[in-house]
């Protein structure tokens, strides 16, 4: 059987529910389960049971500090071992985004996996589309961005849900294998042209401002890791294509331009009255 972890998750449940399309034996796990999800708490490792787990979809629990995020990882590999899971599949980040305010916790992951002694298969998952488009912020008359002219090779989350399936159905041809799962390159020019309004550029400085200032409910680590995408996006560091997620999916991947769109569009203050 296959367990997707985060299953009330964006990521996780849009996996659980591509596996189950693929027609494989699959549950999902949460610290909120619902009806055909077990009960798992990265943070109580007295919950973590992965008793009859062939395959473990490890999605990662990136909303904390690095610390927290690596120590909720490795309890959950160390259940793994324990109750003989034989494959971990986990969600990493692309390989592009090594200097990104988030991507030690990745690695360090990555390096935990690999010593687990499990085969394993390791997703290097690109920015989503939805993640770009709701980052913009509406301005009077458009929407403004830190962004600059930069692109970011992003990827619509229904397509990574689809390659972690692809792998999860059947592990052992992908494993010891590390996909760069990079999408399509797209500014937010463009998103702001599908909008229909005009797209103008903060400076680093004012966007982080901004966050600092005018976003209520970041958590500490949240602006610095918004600010290193946005300078990431500005300076051309995440707009690397790669041929493996097509390869996987067996199709071209999805416009990553309308889910970016539809973010954005959610996030416009007259969308919430």
Known sequence: MILVTGAKGNLGSATLAAVRAGGAAATGGSRTPGEGTRHLDFDDRASLDLTGVSTLVLVSAGYAEDDEVVARHKAVLDAAVRDGVHHVVYTSLTT???HLGFAAAHRATERLVRASGLPWTILRNGLYAELFG???MWSAD???SAFGEGALAAVARDD???AAAVVASSPARHSG??????????TAGQVAER???PHRTVGLGEYRRRLLEETPGLL???PPMLASIATGVRHGFLDGTAPDLTD????PARDPLPPAVAAALATRPEAGR
Do not use: K, M, N
Not at 177 to 186: F, M, Q, S
């Open 142 to 144: 458009g929407v403004e």
């Open 248 to 251: 996987l999916l067996g199709r």
């Open 195 to 197: 909008l229909g309004v």
């Open 177 to 186: 294998r590390v996909y760069d799962l990079a999408g399509t390159p797209i």
């Open 134 to 136: 709701s980052l913009l």
């Open 220 to 222: 500490p680590f949240q």
């Open 160 to 162: 990574l849900a689809d």
């Open 96 to 98: 592009a985004g090594d």
